[in-house]
């Protein structure tokens, strides 16, 4: 996947997982292995790096080469006056993300044939001690711009836990309907709180929704 491809939000670089970067195999091995991302996601079955960077290798770049979009790679730009001092905006984008620090990951998914929705839905997770700071309203939101204007799709769907009150409080704070408790055929008829922008269509059933 394209190393030099980043969207920037006020505070976040949002970026592919790179498989040949141990430090993006170690992060997202930490992220899918805390409790919180478990309780929320299930497990991952992520144990080791290796596992981690033939999830990016394989499954990540595949959903990025099927269908445009797939889990990025959330980093927090470094603050301060001299942030750029040494590693200056001309420099390539890698050497930038270098002085970053990794909070989380968001993503786009549609599920697998037959049972896929019509358009993605928007997930996101940070890091337990770098929640409540915002960051998932952020990249969520410029996830939200980038599938947009780079790939030309302006509805996704939110899909939580009905007991997820910190998802369902990031949703409503950026503007989303909060449509009702679900069945998903695509989670096993699992029940799910699902949210979608003021955009969306009233009949949810042209997405795939009952």
């Known amino acids: 996947m394209d190393p030099n491809f980043f969207i920037e939000t006020d505070r976040l670089y949002i970026s592919y997982f790179q498989h040949d970067n141990d430090a993006h195999c170690d992060f997202l091995l930490n992220l899918y292995t805390t409790p919180e991302f478990i309780a ?29 979009y797939c889990p990025y790679l959330v980093s927090r730009k470094p603050a301060g006056p001299t942030a750029t001092d040494a590693v200056g905006p001309e420099a390539p984008f890698q050497a930038r993300l270098a002085r970053c620090t990794p909070v989380g990951s968001v993503w786009f998914m549609r599920g697998t044939h037959p049972t896929a929705y019509a358009v993605p839905d928007l997930g996101f997770a940070i890091l337990p001690e770098e929640t409540r700071k915002g960051y998932a309203k952020e990249a969520a939101g410029g996830a939200m711009k980038h599938l947009k204007e780079g790939l030309g799709i302006d509805v996704a769907l939110g899909f939580t836990d009905p007991a997820n009150v910190a998802a369902k409080a990031v949703f409503k ?11 998903l055929r695509e989670f096993g008829g699992e029940v799910s709180s699902v949210w979608v922008p003021p955009n969306a269509a009233e009949d949810l059933s042209v997405y795939g929704l009952p």
């Open 40 to 68: 929320s996601a299930g497990n991952t079955g992520l144990k080791k790096r290796q596992d981690a960077r033939r999830r990016i290798k394989n499954s990540f770049s595949k959903w990025r080469a099927t269908h445009g």
């Open 173 to 183: 704070s950026m503007g989303w309907v909060d449509r009702g408790e679900m069945a």
